[in-house]
């Protein structure tokens, strides 16, 4: 049994803060994306599909509903106890003879061959990825004549200073409703903003994954960006305290306990827990699809 590490962790224990209907609208949410991204990603019988990034394998997985009895999916990731864990799901679905596994970074995808696949696939990986120019290199090389990407990215973009990350508040510090503890947000704020979080989330947006598609050699891209500022749902106190954002970052709870006192925590808890079991407020949230094109450029790429 491979040990479990911070991704495999984040994905089983904080993603959601333990909470199941949160879980579970969450989840809708991302399968939607997944049938967006595959929609367009020119699947059909036969095709061969790698997921980079797989996590669970929820893109992998559908992709291989798609391909059908004589198309294979092959499933990457840095962490093996998720590789482990996506290998039991298909011997458990009776699949497993149409998948195959590999531990691998985005930037070294040396473990298969070039022009072997006809789709590469990622959801909420590029986020991660330091050098992104010579991830789709690696794209690029694995890519089939005729291939083609499909990915979907979160766009934190710290230039993109209206929607960036830390602006992203559970509440307005200049609201009556939240005075009392307007001092205490501020430094909620100053801390996520001093912190170090991985610069690969935050220095990039949809144009630079266009250009770097460009750069790698794709003769077409096509992106769409998704700009939206929805209202929040209810969220138990609770899961808000025990869950995070991703898996390089600590929960909402661990912070609190790091930056306030007992009673900071307690006048915090007071003020804010209202507001955010409430819900309501506004979340600005942006993520981009990105589809590139390796020569030669499908006459209707979008309805193979």
Known sequence: ???ADKWSRWLAETRFGGDQKTAEAQMRMLTEVRDMLLKKAGLAEGKVVLDVGAGEGMMGFGALEKVGATGRVIFSDISDALVEF????????????????????????????????DLVTTRSVLIYVDDKPQA????????????????????????MTEFSWQRKMWADPDSPETLPIKGLLDRLREYWESS?????????????????????GFAAVHTELFLNAWPMPPIKWETMMNSSGNPLIPTTGEVMRQIFNAEEQALFVKHLRPIVERGGRLWPYQSSFTWAFKAPIPEKPFED
């Open 1 to 3: 049994m491979a040990e």
């Open 136 to 159: 789709f290199r690696e794209f690029y090389r694995v890519l089939k004549p005729g291939g083609r990407t499909a990915l979907f990215e979160p766009i934190d973009d710290r230039r």
């Open 86 to 117: 996506m290998r039991k799901a298909a011997e458990q679905m009776g699949v497993q003879d149409r998948c195959a596994f590999i531990k691998a970074g985005a930037e070294d995808l040396s473990a298969i061959e070039s022009e072997s696949v």
């Open 196 to 216: 170090k979080v991985n610069e690969a989330m935050t220095n990039f947006n949809e144009r630079d994954l266009a250009q770097m598609s460009v750069d790698a």
